[in-house]
């Protein structure tokens, strides 16, 4: 018989440990769990929100897609456990250890993580926007496509290097700002869905485009078996049109049967979507302000595009090259920009149009009359070939 709340609050109250529970998907919220003990249980999306875990320990439990959110896990202790796309947003944080756990994907953002320990733990790709983060947690875990948005990193450091090379995406780092881009009239949204099986296979090997009053969409699948839904539009129309990310997503929902038919039965993984205003479309860097300037940082093309992983892939290859050839970054920075200025223009030119109405009318028209249309403007959005041979 599955265990019930009521069983777990009885037992940790009588200070026996939970051993080896499969607990899948368990609604705990708000539950009072102060101290409790959980040994080598399968805790996969148990919702601990709001619950009472001050002093809890979880030893060697998956955790995967756990909530704890808004939940007081003060003094608790993670030890060997799986935690992958756990959500830890509004919890207390104070004084909690992770010990060789594995936390990817994890939702750490707008956390006060300054007293939280971190050893030897796998923080690959979780989000960390907003957050305090110690210094010791730079030096201690393993952070490789962590999200750093508007992170407090007070206390930490000061490193110097002969040579920097700048990937921080479409934010800038302060001393080192781009140059404002071409298509700044605009707003960025993303998030992550689970699409029901039968619209994960359809989708499978596609990027579909969704046009909407005042801006555009885009469609496709990603690692974790997830959907991306990222998409633009314009200020004035957001503000005009819709007011907030749930008006938005109901409009284009409304406006495209086609969309609303992929999310139909789909489960967002994100409580609010990672947003981005002032977009830098369009900006190339032609000096390099005495720094390797990779993807973004170098180049911003467009999202219809697609090409924006291919860029940044291009020009950290370049730039290895580059360095490895003892040249200089701004020799690597103009050969970069004389590569992808003229794609950078014309996909500049094709965003503006699809976040426009009348664009979005030729558009539709333009490609139902000459199908060809599309993959000629895809070919001219993409890396010139010859500047790929350039990179080796």
């Known amino acids: 018989m599955a265990i019930t709340v009521q069983e777990l609050e009885r037992r940790v109250a009588g200070g026996q440990a939970i051993r080896g529970e499969e607990v899948l998907d368990l609604d705990l919220a708000r539950a009072r769990l102060a101290g409790a003990v959980f040994e080598q249980c399968g805790l996969a999306g148990v919702n ?14 998956k955790l995967v897609r756990a909530s704890f959110h808004g939940a007081h896990l003060v003094k608790a202790g993670f030890e060997r456990c799986e935690l992958g796309e756990a959500d830890f947003e509004s919890a207390d944080v104070g004084e909690v250890r992770f010990a060789h756990s594995d936390l990817t994907r994890a939702r750490l ?4 993580l300054r007293t939280v320990a971190f050893e030897q733990c796998n923080l690959e790709a979780a989000d960390l926007t907003a957050a305090q983060v110690p210094p010791s947690l730079l030096r201690e875990a393993r952070l490789t496509r962590a999200v750093f948005n508007e992170v407090n990193l007070e206390g930490a450091d000061a490193v110097s290097a002969k040579q920097v090379f700048l990937a921080t995406g479409k934010h800038d780092l302060k001393d080192w700002k781009r140059t404002r881009g071409q298509h700044p009239e605009c707003i960025a949204f993303k998030a992550y869905w689970r ?30 078996g997830r959907a991306n839904l990222c998409l633009i539009v314009r200020k004035d129309a ?17 406006r495209c049967p086609h969309l609303e038919e992929r999310l139909d039965g789909a489960i967002c993984l994100m409580d609010k979507p990672l947003a981005i205003s002032g977009l830098p479309y369009g900006h190339v860097a032609w000096e390099s302000g005495g720094v390797w300037r990779l993807g973004d940082q170098a180049a911003a093309i467009p999202s219809f595009s697609g090409d924006g992983m291919s860029i940044a892939l291009h020009s950290a290859r370049r730039a290895a090259r580059n360095y490895l050839n003892g040249e200089s970054s701004e020799i690597y ?12 223009h014309r996909a500049t030119i094709i965003s503006r149009l699809l976040v426009s ?17 599309l993959p000629v403007s895809a070919g001219l959005t993409r890396i010139p070939f010859r500047a790929l041979g350039e990179s080796g």
Do not use: K
């Open 48 to 61: 601990f929100a709001y619950s009472e875990l001050a002093g809890a320990v979880f030893h060697s439990c």
């Open 109 to 112: 953002a707008r956390l006060d």
């Open 195 to 224: 699409l029901t099986p039968s619209q994960t296979a359809e989708l499978a090997g596609h990027v579909e485009l969704i046009l909407f009053p005042g801006g555009y969409a885009g469609l496709q699948e990603v690692e974790g």
């Open 238 to 254: 957001y503000t005009r049109q819709y007011g907030s990310w749930e008006n938005l997503l109901s409009g284009m929902r409304e």
């Open 333 to 344: 920075q103009q050969s970069l920009a004389r590569q992808l200025s003229a794609q950078l």
């Open 357 to 373: 109405e009348t664009g979005q009318g030729l558009a539709m028209t333009g490609a139902g009359i000459f199908p060809y249309v």
